[in-house]
């Protein structure tokens, strides 16, 4: 086991049965991922695994990412497959360190170099021009590439070993939550995947990386994340930031994103009460600690920390909590407290609900999410 690693799920599923349908499930009989502790045997497995096509789901100090081969197209193509995500979307190209990163990129200026010594490993992914050699497919038409640093040692680890860049979207069907612990992962249904899930415990930032376009005269954040502009101005200056409405060059920019089955909604702090007020069902309502919501019948609490950091780190799970079908709708009041990593969390929870309150909830697959992000 490696050192500072906590496995949450040991062996076979999320029940602690092998799963029993071979590679190559369908819609009707989808594959249950297995999930391993991440020790030396089960870092082997997975470094054959990637070489041999087949993806591995491995934790980031952000989000369990859902990996394959970067050079290989077919191993790239698996992903969008098994995600149910469209073409369209790139994918995060995960490497060990910034020489592996300069590696995969055809241009890499001295912006990338700051940006790499001051934030890798770490929650930052640079969009620079791709370099031959590194799969198509992951610029969703592009020709470019998002690479990064995880700061993981599950991940830094499987990098090292595997020797080639790992392509890695969060590991969750597309549009939907994304994972932080592996147990999550299991608990997907991944269509045509044989998945292997490396458990390395709880992430510990819990929100995907800040996504930065190096490709422009001025660098500009297609993703807000925990790092945000003022972080970003002593390395490179002044960011642009008017590309974060829209999907683009980056991968987790959906208007309809990292949403739950259950129809959710977003209120003003202040506001929770007057909302509950107007509710009848069962009700999952999600604050921070401080915020008061009154108990009521059918209502249930999922209290967050105060702080952003926290908040960030426990609001994923806490929403899959919620949506495990025991209420009608869930609430969550958000904080309006400024800075950069509240904007980032504010961010995922405006396309988590962009369906609105009122529309049957689903779960997303196919078309209608643009991309999740890892």
Not at 39 to 59: C, H, K, S, T, Y
Not at 106 to 133: C, I, Q, S, Y
Not at 171 to 180: F, L, M
Not at 288 to 314: I, K
Request: charged share 20%.
């Amino acid at each position: 086991m490696l050192a500072g690693v906590r496995p949450t799920v040991h062996g076979g599923t999320a029940t602690g049965a092998p799963g029993v349908v071979p590679p190559g499930g369908s819609a009707r009989f989808p594959v249950v991922p297995r999930v391993v502790p991440a020790d030396q045997a089960g870092l082997e497995e997975a470094v054959r695994r990637l070489a041999g096509g087949l993806l591995v789901a491995f934790p980031t100090e952000t989000v369990y990412g859902l990996g394959a081969d970067a050079t290989d197209e077919a191993a790239v193509a698996s992903i969008f497959r098994a995600k149910g995500r469209p073409g369209d979307n790139p994918l995060i190209v995960h490497v060990p360190d910034a020489a592996a990163a300069r590696r995969a990129a055809a241009r890499w200026d001295e912006r990338a170099d700051r940006l790499a010594r001051a934030f890798w490993p770490g929650p930052l992914t640079l969009v620079v021009k791709r370099a031959p050699g590194i799969a198509t497919g992951v610029g969703g038409g592009r020709d470019t590439v998002a690479l990064r640093v995880p700061d993981h040692p599950v991940a830094l680890a499987l990098l090292a070993a595997f020797g080639r860049p790992v392509a890695a979207p969060s590991a969750n069907r597309s549009g939907r939550i994304s994972p932080t612990t592996a147990a999550h992962v299991a608990a997907e249904t991944f269509e045509s995947a044989d998945l292997l899930v490396l458990d390395g415990g709880p992430c510990r930032v819990g929100l995907e990386s800040t996504v930065l376009d190096l490709t422009g005269e001025r660098p500009a954040i297609l993703r807000p994340g925990s790092l945000g502009a003022g972080d970003l101005l002593p390395i490179v200056g002044p960011v642009e930031t008017t590309a974060l409405a829209a999907q683009g060059a980056s991968p987790g920019t959906g208007a309809s994103h990292y949403a739950p089955a259950t129809p959710a909604e977003t209120v003003a702090e202040e506001a929770i009460e007057r909302r509950l007020a107007r509710l009848d069902g069962p009700v999952a309502v999600i604050a921070r600690d401080g915020v008061a919501v009154s108990p009521a019948p059918g209502r249930r609490f999922l209290r967050l920390p105060a702080d952003p950091a926290g908040f960030a780190r426990e609001l994923y799970a806490a929403m899959r909590t919620a949506d495990d079908g025991s209420c009608a709708r869930i609430v969550i009041a958000t904080p309006a407290d400024p800075g950069d990593l509240w904007n980032a969390v504010r961010d995922r929870l405006r396309r988590a609900t962009a369906r609105g309150p009122g529309r049957p909830g689903r779960a997303l697959t196919g078309p209608t999410a643009r991309a999740p992000g890892a």
